[in-house]
């Protein structure tokens, strides 16, 4: 029996799942499969419809664990199995080298003894990085990573020699670790849908095709541009910029279900891209705009406002060479206009959905739905993202309301 | 209580080279007077952390500074019980932010200025040491644990069961005779999982079951809220019959413009007491305490929302007011009563439209306080009218946009497959009566661009859900600031915290709205946000008895101290307080309810008698780290600037200008606040008169987007500039030379040129007339 609580995912849901229960008086792991924690929200600019920066409530979030005694948290860890019932289970992690200490915190001795570059994937491979790095200006824990294909090369060496004494240690090895706990809330969260799935919007053919996601960090002061949304072909900025909703979503072929949040974050790109360059003409493909409830339909209102900003509802079937260099042509059916819409843009964006992490990777001893969300059963909670497509405040809802479903299960059995 | 002070400089990244580490040794052991001081290489490790635990043993140290990284850096192996440990980012304000050319001409004049620049900070520093006490939690004397739920609707419900679940007493007051909220009038729910395709039988019977069976519930209906008052722990609640007046109704305060007379000019106290008076004719004075009272420990509201009923002359174009044009509400009782009828004329309704959006040609937005909920009670309905209906019956959805976000997509495709609905985007510009009742609907703008006509038997608007604080406290506070939540204007009467990730967080401590008062929601969602809801008040109480403070500085277990004897009863801290903290006494002294208290020092800032304060932030401690700082009488090239930063977002965003290489002037120190609320004005003078020449202060965003976490720090410290500035102007000195801006945690990029631009206006404008005097 335990009356500890593990957490699987550190992403906002799962950093806020952490703090309310730990902040109610109960002891509980947290485990995250990356190097630090955040999950999706530490890509983003900002938030919709506040258009703040998600690393303020992050950093509040990170003062509150840091002081917090009762969180024993876990990064680049895997959940490797489930196994045992509600106040009593079982769970195998795998915690995987980081190759630094507590101490180290500043890897510029390192970068510049540092000779492979290797594709940024939390800028999407806009940008490289070297083989011991921060994964953000904003990273917490705030301790460098070695890239585990260099520990065990002379790079890795050279990189260790670089670094302050003590603060690099190429001997880690992965650790199994296990966890007896008596409640697991699940919130393994999102991806961002692979544009490459989609034959039809010729994502990796183009270079100005690019996903939302990608916007956000070119659009982040800490992303590959420094800030500015440009053409990846010329790194110029676009002046016509087309979005196309749905991207995977709303699809048999691909998310049947609605990923949520992507209306809300092209409206909330079009304000971006309005506010770098007042003279940008902006199309947005639709089906529905689904900004509901007052804050987001006042949200829309605003951007609706703009006359540099066009909605045409149809859905984009294909997306084309352009006339101008590097240019593309959205192919689309305006059904309330009518007819056959082709456009031309400097820069095309994907709204691409979310697909629940469990749609590819599965826990065993966890249940899952069709599309890979979470079920809930007695003593495995899911919240966020991992248990439907919600927003960012609808999680922190989620996330505290599976806290306290998970405290009930621990006292239950204690 | 004296100080035993160890001082440890962290000599890596780049410190050792930028300032002479030796030499702020010497300072601290010499002039300082520090019991301990080392420079230390590796002073993040375990190692190092063992030899100051030793240190702490062999000098007695009972102050501990760490001079180095930031102190937004912990380490778990650098906690020393019983010891003050501070942390100054000597690596982050004065190595990585001040780069010297060496090949520059001035670079000796470069290295002084960072030098002085340390030797500051160690200085600040330990004065700080010398200035603080360790905070001693504040405990209530005793602690009420039990929760009261405002409303039986599903929220309250769901938020009282697992209240009760995780162990606690919980009581339930509805306003109605009977729980169940609105749901008790749905005959079936949307559905609530896959395959989503057919409607769910209502939970709100079970949820009723479940809480009469609880031990653990008491369950009041035809009750309501009379007042609220006290603090989280013991609030002392004053219940009362359903509609009915009571002398413990919570008295409201004039509004600004009740204040004013009929020429628009301030009345007298006097005047304003008499008003109030007869405002409040019947209620008792919001400080009397009803001895019949109940006691509670937090709250949670959850008392719903109102169908929206159109005004009367609302909405013509859709024909609102004849009676064969109903609401979604009204259609859904008609359903659960049985038989979908005609109200004109009883006839059997075999044809319906439902409106999504009333805006015609003009607007495609839906209706007021609409949401996905709506879009998805339109399909419900429709759905419903065709199992009634199976033969001929037909539902036709007219909506601007579909919003069955999520999952519930497959409903909405599931719809799609049945050839009696009709789901169509397009406008309804029409709706009219061929005088027997029978209603024809006009629609443009449809799919493919063709206008559409339509008879029906019955047209429903789908209306929104209006939250029931929009009109009426309903938790009616006994509170200096007022019965309701602030702000409700902001959020549309939603009882709503505008912080995306802290949806709980109002500006009411202990008490947590959730369900439909808070946003519009599903009845799943809104039982999940009851259960959210229900944690907070859980954790609330936790907090009370640990003696700590609620989110966000909920590892502060200090609390703010008065010192009475000196109040001149101004009631600038009862009135800025965030919070509500502060009511006031017969005399108009404040009177603190210290587990309402966030711990921002909005109210330290706002004295102007200073006699506000923490045990380890206070006007003597900041005021003394000011005064400590070195100012040289006749040096025009070292001129001296204050900055106040706030540590939540303009001090992180100013340690990722270091890390990200960018660099600033090094005439300016820097003094991370809690909140720029809590600057009192007494520094800025402080600091002007210890003949410094400017000081600069950085906030958050305020307006309505705000972004401060307090709420209305930076707001009010922007406030209280004008008066500074006048302070500035009749002492002949330019206002100028005090200065606010806005940063959010992510303009890191551009913090450094915010401050070189201040430093740039400030040595343009010379040295302070008064330095040296």
Known sequence: ?414 | MSKNIGLYIYTGDGIKDAVDVDKLVELATGELNVKVAKAVDDLYSESAASMIESDIESEELNAVILAGYSPRYEFDYMDFPGVYLDKVGLRELVAWSHQIDPEAEDAEAQKEHIQELAEDYIRMYVTKMEKVEMPEPFKLEQINNRLLVIGGGVAGMRAALDAAEAGYEVVIVEKEAELGGNAKYWRKQIPVGPDYSSLASPVVDDLIAQVEASDKITVKTSTEVARTAGEPGEFRISLKPAGTKSEWDAPVPLTEEEKLDENGKELSAEDQKKKYEEKNEGRKDYMEVDPDAEMFGAVVLASGWKPYEPAEDEFPHLAWGNPNVVTNFAFEKMAKEGRITRPSDGKEVKTVAFVMSPGGKDDDADFPYASAVTSMVALKQAKMLREDQPEDGRAYIFYQHMRTVGQYEYFYKGLQNDPGIFLTKGAVTEVTDDGAGNLTVNVEDTILGENISVDVDLVVLATGMVPTTKDDPVINFAYRQGPAFRDLDLFGGYCDSNFICFPYETRRTGVYAAGGVRRSLTIEESMEDGSGAALKAIQCLQAVSEGHAVHPRTWDYDYPDFYFQRCTQCKRCTEECPFGALDDDEKGTPKPNPTRCRRCGTCMGACPERIIGFKDYNIDVVGSMIKSIEVPDDDEDKLRMIIFACENDAYPALDMAARKGHTWSPLPRIIPVRCLGSVNVAWIKDAMSSGMDGALLLGCKYGDDYQCHFVKGSELANRRMENVAETLNSLGMEPERVKLAQIAIDEYDKVPEIINEFVEEVVGMGPNPFKGW
């Open chain 1, 1 to 414: 029996m335990s009356n500890s609580i593990l957490v699987v995912g550190g992403g906002f849901s799962g950093l806020t799942a952490a703090l309310e229960a730990a902040e109610a008086g109960y002891d509980v792991y947290l485990v995250e499969k990356e190097s630090y924690l955040g999950g999706r929200v530490a890509q983003l600019n900002k938030y919709f419809p506040k258009l703040c920066p998600p690393t303020c409530g992050l950093e509040i979030n990170f003062k509150r664990l840091k002081t917090n005694p009762r969180v024993t948290f876990y990064t680049l860890a895997d959940v490797t199995s489930v196994s045992g019932e509600p106040g009593n289970y079982t769970v195998e992690v795998t915690v995987n080298p980081r190759y630094t200490t507590p101490q180290c915190t500043n890897c510029k001795p390192g970068e510049e003894a540092a000779s492979t570059e290797v594709p940024n994937e939390f800028n999407f491979g806009m940008d490289t990085r070297k083989g011991i790095y921060m994964p953000h200006p904003m990273s917490y824990p705030n301790q460098c990573v070695v890239d585990p294909s260099i520990a065990a090369s002379d790079e890795g060496k050279a990189i260790a020699d670089a670094m302050p004494a003590g603060s690099v240690d190429l001997s880690q090895q992965p650790e199994t670790v296990t966890l007896n706990v008596g409640a697991i809330v699940m919130a393994t969260g999102w991806k961002p849908y692979d544009p490459n799935n989609m034959d039809n919007l010729h994502f990796s053919e183009f270079d100005n095709v690019v996903t939302n996601m990608m916007v956000e960090r070119m659009a982040s002061p800490s992303g590959p541009t420094g800030g500015k949304i440009v053409r990846p072909s010329d790194n110029e900025e676009p002046k016509v910029i087309g979005f196309c909703q749905c991207a995977g979503s709303r699809d048999e072929n691909h998310l049947a279900f609605c990923s949520y949040i992507c209306c809300m974050a092209t409206l909330k790109q079009i304000t971006y891209l309005r506010e770098q360059n007042p003279e940008s003409e902006i199309y947005v493909f639709y089906i529905d705009i689904r900004s509901p409830g007052r804050k987001y339909e006042n949200f829309y209102a605003k951007i609706k406002a703009d006359e540099k900003v066009h909605f045409i509802k149809g859905k984009v079937a294909d997306i084309k060479a352009g006339n101008e260099p590097g240019n593309v042509i959205l192919v689309a059916e305006d059904t309330i206009g009518g007819g056959r819409v082709e456009q031309e843009v400097d820069l095309a964006v994907l709204a691409t959905g979310m697909q629940p992490v469990g749609a590819e990777s599965k826990i065993s001893g966890i249940d899952y739905d069709q599309d890979g969300f979470v079920v809930e059963k007695d003593g495995i909670i899911p919240c966020g993202c991992a248990k439907r497509p919600i927003d960012v405040v609808s999680s922190a809802q989620s996330a505290t309301a599976a806290a306290l479903k998970a405290i009930q299960v621990v006292r239950r059995a204690g």
